[in-house]
């Protein structure tokens, strides 16, 4: 299997950019995609594969990848964008999906 | 407009067994793989499995091998997860989801649509 790292908090100040990592030997390989989950909600894809974004998610969003690192990126973080963050990818076998820890984002 | 739908969730005993289900609708089901991922309380996301879109392949997280069964019924539009010898550890809200594969390429792990879930408390 494989795992996936994230740093458990990280916080920006209103308007300000932010980068949200997650390594792992599997990232080589497989693409990443990133998803937002605000209590009590479903989580929601907010990018997918190299750096696609689903309909209806803010052009404030990005992701980029470099070896066993993916990052999601949002330009400008905005109060509605306090959520907790989590990357999801294959294990080497390419049969397992997993996740990352999370990322819970505060916007000061 | 897709649409999942979990049901089955409750309380139950240690050792005991449980179903839950997904009701799928707007989209074609016999399209696309469907997979089942949990969140413990205040915990973070575990991928459970999946399952091919006509059910040849199955896959399980390690946590849940041999105790759990995804199974699908193409002809009622429906995703099943069967919970076997629960414990404690697999109390969650569990969510079935559809990724964006195709047929052709099978699953991978790109998730647009989620389910609202559905918790399941293993406890005596």
């Known amino acids: 299997s494989s795992e996936l790292t994230q740093d458990p908090a990280v916080s920006v100040a209103l308007g300000q950019t932010v980068r949200i990592t997650c390594q792992g030997d599997?990232?080589?390989?497989?693409?990443t995609s990133w998803y937002q989950q605000k209590p009590g909600q479903a989580p929601i894809l907010v990018i997918y594969?190299?750096?696609n974004r689903p309909s209806g998610i803010p052009d404030r969003f990005s992701g980029s990848s470099s070896g066993n690192t993916a990052s999601l990126t949002i330009t400008g973080a905005q109060a509605e964008d306090e959520a907790d963050y989590y990357c999801n990818s294959r294990d080497s076998s390419g049969n397992h999906v997993v996740f990352g820890g999370g990322t819970k984002l505060t916007v000061l | 407009q897709v649409q999942l739908v979990e049901s089955g969730g409750g309380v139950v005993q240690p050792g005991r067994s449980l179903r839950l289900s997904c009701a799928a609708s707007g989209f074609t089901f016999t399209n696309y793989a469907m997979h089942w991922v949990r969140q413990a309380p205040g915990k973070g996301l575990e991928w459970v499995g999946d399952i091919f879109y006509d059910g040849s392949n199955k896959y399980y997280a390690d946590s849940v091998k041999g105790r759990f069964t995804i199974s699908r019924d193409n002809s009622k539009n429906t995703l099943y997860l069967q919970m076997n010898s629960l414990r404690a550890e697999d109390t969650a809200v569990y969510f079935c989801a559809r990724d964006t594969g195709t047929v052709e390429a099978g699953p991978n792990q790109y998730f647009p649509h989620w389910g609202q879930g559905t918790l399941v408390t293993v406890s005596s």
């Open positions: 599997s990232l080589r390989s497989y693409y």
């Open positions: 594969s190299k750096n």
